[in-house]
């Protein structure tokens, strides 16, 4: 090595100890899940709080079974990518079953939500096209605008007033526009205004994309955030994951057929990506399946999540989603340790996933979580956390 440089090895280190320096690194722990929502961590049997299987569906005997069948007659892999020889006959049945449940005329499935929104974006808008974003937007929406090349402009969070303002401006000078929210804020919980954003969308000939990764399955009898309110928002671009609610694996967009068929011509993650296992196609199947017989059970995770924050004088919860700010990253870490040695696992969220000095617990909250179980860790959070 040439006197003067530096090493990768070494730039890591440095790198590193300024995260330790301020509580931000990170290191992975091996979490084995039980029967949710268990988890075995060190050798401890931990009440997990930091799951997004909201339904328990990922060990639902009916989603195994048809993950297993799937294997049994398939195989493991899929082998390409979707457009060489990977679009197996179960993605015309998932997608088929995804447009239905949000109401459009076709979907398309991708293998991740990141894989989904760093396709889909680009493949809408360019570098002559306007992205108005809501601050707090999932990092994958930012990165698929990043990708896009086109100006983007970031409204205040759930701020449908400055959105508005935004679009007055600079619309017109723009060819196409898009304006890309969260459904359910997954480090805040709370739901966007997707009705006044469809509004303000559609008056300003703009294109709303709603990412429901965490409404799915939980929201609006299953169907998601849009639905939520009295009266359905009218979203042109549905997306959302297959990995939380349904406890499978892989992403969707759903609209209209035209929107589809380019996606299979234009998302560089779809066509360049190797297709997801039959297996987890199957799995999402059999969920959606439950969660369509079942909308009671679908309502659960919601219902537990307000009991919780009735109980610890929070302001009532608007999702499966929870957070409870504590302050600087190393409150967050002592608070997540605190409750790790009363029996609970919740993962402290520290910047830059949030921002400076909001650092936080978030609590995930599933329809099998035991309600005697609920209303301890609000009493300890109320009289530990929260009053320190």
């Known amino acids: ?80 990518s979707r457009l060489v020889t990977g679009n197996h006959p179960l993605y015309g ?86 304006v890309a929210t969260d459904g359910v804020f997954s480090m805040d919980g709370d739901l966007a205004p997707l009705g006044e954003l469809a509004e303000i969308a559609r008056r ?65 993650t779809l066509i360049y990506s190797t297709a997801l296992p039959p297996a987890m196609l199957a799995a999402a199947i059999a969920a959606i399946d439950l969660i369509a017989q079942d909308p009671a059970y679908a309502a659960l995770p919601l219902s537990r999540a307000r009991a919780f924050t009735a109980l610890a004088d929070l302001p009532p919860a608007a999702s499966c989603v929870v957070p409870v700010v504590v302050g600087t990253a190393a409150d967050a870490l002592s608070a997540a340790r605190l409750l790790e040695d009363e029996g609970f696992l919740v993962v402290p969220i520290r910047p830059p996933t949030v921002p400076a000095n909001t650092a936080r617990l978030r609590l995930a909250f599933s329809a099998l979580h035991p309600e005697g179980e609920i209303a301890r860790l609000a009493e300890i959070i109320k009289q530990r956390v929260t009053r320190r």
Not at 24 to 52: H, K, M, Y
């Open 1 to 80: 090595m040439a006197p003067g440089m530096t090493s990768i090895a070494q730039y890591a280190r440095e790198k590193l100890a300024q995260l330790q320096a301020l509580d931000l690194r990170r290191t992975l722990q091996v979490s084995e899940r039980a029967e949710p929502p268990w988890v075995i961590r060190d050798g401890r049997r931990l009440l997990s709080f930091s799951c997004n299987d909201y339904l328990g569906l990922s060990q639902h005997p009916r989603v195994r079974a048809a993950a297993i069948a799937a294997i049994e007659r398939y195989g493991v892999g899929a082998g390409a």
């Open 93 to 178: 049945e998932l997608e088929s079953r995804l447009a239905r449940l949000k109401g459009t005329e076709a979907a398309c499935v991708f293998g991740s939500g990141y894989l989904a929104n760093t396709g889909i974006i680009p493949a809408l808008v360019g570098a002559d096209d306007l992205i108005v974003v809501d601050e707090y937007a999932h990092s994958c929406l930012n990165a698929g605008a990043r990708l896009a090349r086109a100006r983007t402009i970031t409204y205040r969070h759930n701020d449908v007033a400055h959105a508005r303002a935004i679009l007055a401006e600079h619309r017109r000078t723009h060819r196409h526009a898009l």
């Open 204 to 268: 300003h000939d703009a294109w709303l994309l709603a990412d429901d990764a965490h409404g799915l399955g939980v929201l609006g009898n299953g169907r998601g955030s849009a639905f939520a309110a009295a009266a359905p928002a009218d979203i042109p671009l549905h997306m959302g994951t297959l990995s939380k609610a349904l406890g499978s694996y892989g992403a969707y967009l759903c609209a209209d057929q035209a929107v589809i068929d380019l996606m299979k011509n234009r998302a560089r």
